[in-house]
């Protein structure tokens, strides 16, 4: 037979008034007490990341192993593109092409005619002045002198003309010398990418990829971090986050190392909060540091929020509403409560350490 939630309640506090001598009781005791948040999470390596390329392609070569050391600039894995190694190629066939050293013969060419074109302007400068005295003095006909100031006028402007395609034949070269030269360092810069550099000094914790599978820029390759530093990454409920401050200390404890309690300090607070999870990223460093840690190893921590010593000492099992305490003579008084952890409470005022109470019933 079942009891509802009220008819059970009524057969409780029967058993509890009807039973005195078997109720639990105790005295608020002198202890130091520790209010803390808790948190669950991670340890991290720190500068752990996932590593990726810009590109799409097949894994060509693997050049470490997981668990090698690495430093700044070390070849993980490259990538086989065709279209990439084609364009580079290209551009270099390009840049070759549009060397100004390749070029210098346009150059050349150019200002042989523009020496032949001065000359003969010049040439052409002086007869027409001829004429012209010539005609001044009655000698010759008009005809000719126009024959004279017509090649001159034509021999002027090829002579400028020239000049100025020089110019621009100048400008052309350099500017597509440039150019090419752009193209070519996209390219070379492109093609890099495809092979993937450590970022970091330490340890590769794991290549995600083989050789011979697709990849794209989305695709995490390898994941790496520090090999000597390691970080808490611990997940803060939205409603503990105001307590937490950088600096306090932390108790840590992890299942990997079963019955030790290390401690850490707070180091940073993410200040987004994971609209999913309704928690906040809290990050610490370890003061004693386990021998021994891996990436991804959980843990459980209590992030000391303040600590009193000698404080007055009830078990929260034994407050109402943490407002009331019954007494073993079938009072209830109000009290005051201060501090307070998960099991435990600080009473400022209502009782004292003769106040001889009983556990509420269920």
């Given at each position: 037979?079942?009891?509802?939630?009220?008819?059970?309640?009524?057969?409780?506090?029967?058993?509890?008034?009807?039973?005195?001598?078997?109720?639990?009781?105790?005295?608020?005791?002198?202890?130091?007490?520790?209010?803390?948040?808790?948190?669950?999470?991670?340890?991290?390596?720190?500068?752990?990341?996932?590593?990726?390329?810009?590109?799409?392609?097949?894994?060509?070569?693997?050049?470490?192993?997981?668990?090698?050391?690495?430093?700044?600039?070390?070849?993980?894995?490259?990538?086989?593109?065709?279209?990439?190694?084609?364009?580079?190629?290209?551009?270099?066939?390009?840049?070759?092409?549009?060397?100004?050293?390749?070029?210098?013969?346009?150059?050349?060419?150019?200002?042989?005619?523009?020496?032949?074109?001065?000359?003969?302007?010049?040439?052409?400068?002086?007869?027409?002045?001829?004429?012209?005295?010539?005609?001044?003095?009655?000698?010759?006909?008009?005809?000719?002198?126009?024959?004279?100031?017509?090649?001159?006028?034509?021999?002027?402007?090829?002579?400028?003309?020239?000049?100025?395609?020089?110019?621009?034949?100048?400008?052309?070269?350099?500017?597509?010398?440039r150019s090419a030269a752009t193209n070519l360092a996209i390219s070379t810069a492109l093609e890099s990418e495809l092979v993937l550099k450590s970022?970091?000094?330490?340890?590769?914790?794991?290549?995600?990829?083989?050789?011979?599978?697709?990849?794209?820029?989305?695709?995490?390759?390898?994941?790496?971090?520090?090999?000597t530093e390691f970080i808490l990454e611990m997940q803060v409920d939205e409603f503990d986050i105001a307590k937490v401050k950088r600096g306090q200390?932390?108790?840590?404890?992890?299942?990997?190392?079963?019955?030790?309690?290390?401690?850490?300090?707070?180091?940073?607070?993410?200040?987004?909060?994971?609209?999913?999870?309704?928690?906040?990223?809290?990050?610490?460093?370890?003061?004693?540091?386990?021998?021994?840690?891996?990436?991804?190893?959980?843990?459980?921590?209590?992030?000391?929020?303040?600590?009193?010593?000698?404080?007055?000492?009830?078990?929260?099992?034994?407050?109402?509403?943490?407002?009331?305490?019954?007494?073993?003579?079938?009072?209830?008084?109000?009290?005051?409560?201060?501090l307070k952890d998960y099991q435990k409470a600080e009473i400022l005022s209502g009782i004292d350490k003769n106040t001889a109470v009983k556990k509420?019933?269920?």
């Amino acid at each position: 037979m079942k009891l509802n939630s009220l008819h059970y309640g009524h057969l409780v506090w029967f058993f509890l008034f009807s039973c005195g001598s078997s109720e639990e009781q105790t005295y608020p005791q002198i202890e130091n007490l520790s209010e803390s948040v808790f948190a669950s999470g991670l340890i991290k390596a720190r500068y752990q990341y996932q590593a990726y390329v810009n590109a799409t392609g097949t894994v060509q070569e693997l050049f470490v192993s997981e668990g090698d050391t690495v430093e700044v600039g070390t070849p993980i894995l490259s990538i086989y593109n065709q279209s990439t190694k084609l364009s580079r190629e290209n551009a270099a066939l390009n840049r070759a092409f549009a060397d100004r050293k390749a070029n210098e013969s346009k150059l050349k060419d150019l200002e042989i005619s523009i020496n032949y074109t001065q000359t003969k302007y010049h040439n052409d400068s002086l007869l027409y002045r001829r004429q012209e005295r010539l005609s001044s003095q009655g000698i010759g006909t008009a005809v000719e002198l126009e024959q004279r100031l017509l090649a001159f006028e034509n021999s002027k402007a090829t002579y400028e003309g020239l000049q100025l395609r020089y110019v621009e034949l100048k400008r052309e070269l350099e500017f597509n010398e440039r150019s090419a030269a752009t193209n070519l360092a996209i390219s070379t810069a492109l093609e890099s990418e495809l092979v993937l550099k450590s970022e970091v000094k330490g340890l590769v914790y794991a290549l995600l990829k083989e050789k011979g599978e697709m990849v794209n820029a989305q695709t995490p390759l390898a994941v790496l971090g520090s090999d000597t530093e390691f970080i808490l990454e611990m997940q803060v409920d939205e409603f503990d986050i105001a307590k937490v401050k950088r600096g306090q200390r932390i108790l840590v404890t992890m299942d990997s190392y079963r019955g030790k309690t290390f401690e850490a300090v707070v180091s940073k607070i993410n200040p987004l909060m994971d609209e999913r999870s309704k928690s906040f990223t809290v990050e610490g460093v370890f003061v004693d540091e386990p021998h021994t840690l891996y990436p991804n190893l959980t843990l459980e921590a209590n992030i000391l929020i303040q600590t009193k010593e000698n404080a007055l000492v009830l078990p929260r099992s034994f407050i109402l509403s943490d407002k009331f305490v019954l007494t073993t003579d079938g009072d209830t008084l109000e009290i005051q409560i201060g501090l307070k952890d998960y099991q435990k409470a600080e009473i400022l005022s209502g009782i004292d350490k003769n106040t001889a109470v009983k556990k509420p019933g269920i």
